[in-house]
């Protein structure tokens, strides 16, 4: 697992298998929260669903769905819960309170 220039030092992973991804994030100092958004830092969409690609080492052909419920703030501990589906995955992401942050259906190889 080979992090971005985008994503590096911004989580680090505590629990890895194919149906589970625990993370934590960098505080508010990384430059991420800094850029979005200034004073109310949060971890924007796109790498929400880019950190479980690339923790699982596959690359994203197709977002068919993406759901955003839940502010994703800097510090958080994430879990990451991965099902398949007739045509990709189904991923939830849920914070350290058990509420649904983003849910997203994705086509990956």
Known sequence: MS???LSQNLYQVHTLSESQVDIELADEN???FKAHFEGMPLLPGFLQIDIIAE??????????SAKFMQKVLPLEKLRYEIAPTKIG???KLFN?????????KLKWS
């Open 55 to 64: 923790v699982l080492g596959k690359e994203i052909d197709a977002i068919t």
């Open 3 to 5: 992090q971005s220039y």
């Open 96 to 104: 350290s309170e058990k509420l649904l942050c983003g849910d997203f």
């Open 30 to 32: 990384h430059f991420i």
């Open 89 to 91: 995955v189904r991923v």
